[in-house]
């Protein structure tokens, strides 16, 4: 089963690529390798889930939200591959998590970008991590998510 049907069969479709909102790209290609903009769990250009994960967003909440940054992230390997099933293999998943001081789950948020990524490409999809908690992130999303993968020519 190709990647997007696997999203398909889960209730899941890829977003437009994000817009930047700075002075960056949302992709840059070295060789074999494509690394991805953080992405936050806003679709479409909305926001779905904002606040602090261990006061105005629950776990449960920060977990699907980084399943929203995936699904971001996913529409641009798609911008610049043409298609999600030349990923080759996920090297690297970032997750910055907003959290309050002395908050200590940012890993369980952290596996929803995580799960959902071996569940559209299997072991493909197993790669190396950081779950980190930060104070602040911009607009209040609750995570920002970054990501390196390598794809097939």
């Known amino acids: 089963m190709h990647a997007e049907e696997k999203l398909a069969a889960l209730g899941l479709a890829i977003p437009n690529v994000p817009k930047s ?4 790209v949302p992709w840059k290609k070295a060789g074999s390798i494509l690394y991805l903009a953080g992405a936050v769990p806003r679709l479409n250009g909305v926001h779905t889930f904002l606040g602090k994960v ?6 449960e909440d920060g977990y699907k939200a980084a399943r929203n940054c995936i699904l971001n992230h996913f529409a ?20 910055f998590v907003n959290s309050s001081p002395g908050f200590r789950r940012q890993p369980e948020v952290v596996n929803g970008a995580s799960d959902l990524l071996v569940e559209v490409f299997g072991d493909r999809g197993r790669h ?13 999303v609750p995570i920002e998510v970054q990501l390196v993968v390598s794809f097939k020519s």
Do not use: K, P, W
Not at 54 to 59: A, K, P
């Open 128 to 140: 190396t991590r950081l779950a980190l908690g930060i104070y602040e992130i911009a607009n209040s």
């Open 54 to 59: 261990d006061q105005e967003c629950s776990v």
């Open 21 to 24: 909102v700075a002075n960056y």
């Open 76 to 95: 641009m390997i798609r911008d610049a591959l043409g298609d999600i099933d030349r990923v080759d293999e996920v090297l690297q998943v970032v997750g």
